[in-house]
């Protein structure tokens, strides 16, 4: 139960980035490859920029509110964000807004695991993290394309409120934080570690975050369907994603983070190069599969690595820091729309498939292998 409240916030977060990007946006701005793309790279980059004003402002409150009421204040505005948004009004500007106040609530949800896990249990918690991280992104795909198709906009946003709400109520009355004076010592963080971590973690979801930003263009433009069956398909990997990513926090502990991260970044590259040729759903499944269960070991070993080195005081200021790899990825993801409408979709992804696999580079050395067991304060 500890570890489910510890995690469930990330649900309605996967909901807000990946739901509301991959799905709604397009709904929104229709088949322009370039405007989804610019539009979601401010949306996000705003959204990591907030993100570092709201770890440290989380950091400053933590003795007076605590991290969970910081993080229930902070969910109100993002439940108006989101009715702009279902209601049309200023669509763009409430895009962006959502984006703005998910990730406040982030800056205080991804505070949890480095506080209040013990590191010899990082590669486990990382990987519930994952799994409900990616596993919102399931919930999200298959419910939002066919509740735009069949019910509309409205009531899309009205279910992602839910799940936030839903999210708050459960970290609540898990109580996993009893005490929220009780946290987890460790070492100041070591510079060049942390910053090799971000710059592989950057990497490495560039090209997957790019795969998923246009795929529902890709479908339609490689087997004509919409919004439904990519929704479906975005959810079965998804849901591959979630089932493989608690295994693979505690593989990554066994083998070391290091090598597990190279590993996961292999085989998610070489299933965005099986997407290149292919034309119809078999090889884009097959494609995505790979990617799949190659981001499930990436990053529960990346996120084990890194809340292995971050201090409780001050975790929200250093894991802002952290998460700028995978807020700048997610923006800079946007930026081949332009690619693909002047190259088309084959020159996009074998650039995805570069950046990703180039993530190796910064792991080499990188001293992050199995977790060092320390007493909690």
């Known amino acids: 139960m500890r570890l489910l409240a510890l995690s469930v916030g990330w649900v309605p977060l996967a909901f807000l980035s990946d739901g509301v990007t991959v799905l709604i946006l397009p709904t929104v701005l229709g088949s322009d490859a370039t405007a989804i793309g610019l539009v979601s790279f401010a949306g996000i980059g705003l959204g990591v920029l907030t993100q570092l004003l709201a770890g440290e402002a989380s950091d400053r409150l933590r003795g007076r509110i605590g991290r969970r009421v910081f993080l229930t204040i902070a969910a109100a505005p993002v439940l108006l964000a989101l009715a702009a948004l279902g209601g049309g009004i200023a669509p763009i500007v409430a895009y962006l807004a959502v984006q703005?106040?998910?990730?406040?609530?982030?800056?205080?949800?991804?505070?949890?695991?480095?506080e209040h896990v013990e590191p010899g249990q990082h590669g486990r918690a990382a990987g519930w993290k994952t799994a409900f991280d990616v596993g919102g992104a399931f919930l999200a795909f298959a419910v939002l394309g066919v509740?735009?198709?069949?019910?509309?906009?409205?009531?899309?946003?009205?279910?992602?409120?839910?799940?936030?709400?839903?999210a708050v109520l459960i970290m609540w009355l898990g109580d996993a934080m009893p005490t929220e004076r009780r946290l987890i010592?460790?070492?100041?963080?070591?510079?060049?570690?942390?910053?090799?971590?971000?710059?592989a973690r950057f990497l490495f979801l560039f090209g997957t975050y790019a795969?998923?930003?246009?795929?529902l263009l890709l479908v339609e433009d490689r087997s004509g369907a919409g919004?439904?069956?990519?929704?479906?398909?975005?959810?079965?990997?998804?849901?591959?994603?979630?089932?493989?990513?608690?295994?693979?926090?505690?593989?990554?502990?066994r083998i070391g983070r290091d090598r597990a991260m190279t590993v996961g970044a292999v085989v998610a590259s070489l299933g965005i190069v099986t997407l290149i040729p292919s034309l119809e759903l078999p090889g884009i499944v097959l494609g995505g599969a790979l990617m799949a269960v190659g981001t499930a070991l990436f990053i529960s070993a990346n996120w084990s690595a890194t809340t292995g080195i971050v201090p409780a005081p001050g975790a929200g200021r250093v894991m802002a820091i952290a998460n700028v790899g995978t807020g700048a990825a997610a923006a800079a993801a946007g930026l081949l729309g332009p690619v693909i409408d002047v190259a088309g979709f084959g020159t996009a992804l074998a650039i995805a498939a570069l950046v990703s696999v180039a993530a190796v580079v910064p792991l080499v050395g990188i001293g992050v292998g199995r977790p060092v067991l320390e007493q909690p304060a």
């Open 211 to 215: 795969v998923g930003r246009f795929l």
């Open 100 to 114: 703005v106040t998910a990730n406040t609530v982030q800056a205080a949800q991804q505070t949890l695991i480095p």
């Open 147 to 166: 509740v735009i198709e069949s019910a509309g906009l409205m009531v899309a946003v009205v279910a992602i409120g839910a799940t936030l709400v839903g």
């Open 185 to 199: 010592a460790r070492p100041a963080p070591a510079a060049g570690a942390l910053t090799r971590l971000i710059l």
């Open 227 to 253: 919004a439904g069956v990519t929704g479906a398909l975005l959810a079965g990997l998804t849901l591959l994603t979630a089932v493989t990513a608690i295994p693979a926090g505690r593989v990554a502990d």
